[in-house]
T-cell receptor, first 110, second 112 residues
Framework: AQRVTQPEKLLSVFKGAPVELKCNYS??????LFWYVQYSRQRLQLLLR??SRESIKGFTADLNKGETSFHLKKPFAQEEDSAMYYC????????????FGSGTRLLVRP | KAGVTQTPRYLIKTRGQQVTLSCSPI?????VSWYQQTPGQGLQFLFE???????NKGNFPGRFSGRQFSNSRSEMNVSTLELGDSALYLC???????????FGSGTRLTVV
């Protein structure tokens, strides 16, 4: 079964500290992985996707098929990074749906 | 350009009633998907439409249905509402699939 696991409900770090939000997935094929972010009182928005291999707002994520992980990283956290982060998986075939993890709330303290 | 618009923003219904939620996608987007977000179950896929055809459906009872019109606007309907249907219902649109999702602000449904 396809599943996305985000083991941490809350991650609290100080400003300037490195951040790693964990995401593990279960899927036997070739998945497409995404990170979505939801800032307070704003709509859910795409942060990055693994096929683009891009860095958005200083965040990067590498797909590790051996460990079935897609952790989100940022070397120096900023207070404005405080938000809810969701990892999501698409099976990449014609399923036309995303499977979301339960989310991790990132709190960056001054 | 205008984003994904969902109406109404808030809705309160009584158990047993039915409700219709509306979603207007970004102009030019032909794929519309619906998700249910609750504190307990998180974000769960309801269904996806493309050019008026449902291409995939999530694991929800038949009380949940949807449709898409020729202008790509979509509606979802929930009949015989239950307390557990209280949730934030999100709509997302894209040109063709999951890669370019843009989400709306959602409709918060409360069933009393």
């Amino acid at each position: 079964a396809q599943r996305v696991t985000q083991p941490e409900k809350l991650l609290s770090v100080f400003k300037g500290a490195p951040v790693e939000l964990k995401c593990n997935y279960s899927y036997s094929g070739s998945p497409e992985l995404f990170w979505y972010v939801q800032y307070s009182r704003q709509r859910l928005q795409l942060l990055l996707r693994h096929i683009s291999r891009e860095s958005i707002k200083g965040f990067t994520a590498d797909l590790n098929k051996g460990e079935t992980s897609f952790h989100l990283k940022k070397p120096f956290a900023q207070e404005e990074d405080s938000a809810m982060y969701y990892c999501a998986l698409s099976s990449g075939d014609s399923s036309y749906k995303l499977i979301f993890g339960s989310g991790t709330r990132l709190l960056v303290r001054p | 350009k205008a984003g994904v618009t969902q109406t109404p923003r808030y809705l309160i219904k009584t158990r047993g009633q039915q409700v219709t939620l509306s979603c207007s996608p970004i102009s030019g987007h032909r794929s519309v998907s619906w998700y249910q977000q609750t504190p307990g179950q998180g974000l769960q896929f309801l269904f996806e439409y493309f050019s008026e055809t449902q291409r995939n459906k999530g694991n929800f009872p038949g009380r949940f249905s949807g449709r898409q019109f020729s202008n790509s606007r979509s509606e979802m309907n929930v009949s015989t509402l239950e307390l557990g249907d209280s949730a934030l219902y999100l709509c997302a649109s894209s040109l063709a699939g999951v890669r370019g999702y843009t989400f709306g602000s959602g409709t918060r449904l409360t069933v009393v």
